[in-house]
């Protein structure tokens, strides 16, 4: 009997995982879009250097969390190639 893995492992992954894994990444994408969109307007209304600084962390976190999913997809097609 095989034990459960605790983390996902791109390199390990089957098709299953690889979707379940894009759909939590879309979600992360929309919130950290929502997030991104929140603070610009903050930043607007009030100028702050705390919203700019908001700004940047989130607009680098959607970056990476998007080659990420760039990343999962590339797998996927690989799986699906192989299937």
Request: glycine share 2%; proline share 1%.
């Amino acid at each position: 009997m095989k034990k459960p893995r605790k983390k996902f492992v791109l390199a390990e992954a089957n098709l299953k995982e690889v979707n379940k894994q894009l759909n939590i990444n879309m979600f992360v994408i929309s919130i950290l879009a929502m997030m991104l969109g929140l603070d610009i307007a903050h930043f607007m209304q009030a100028y702050s250097l705390f919203y700019g600084v908001l700004i940047v962390i989130m607009a680098v976190l959607l970056y990476l969390t998007l080659k990420s999913r760039k990343l999962l997809m590339m797998r996927k097609q690989e799986l699906k190639r192989y299937k």
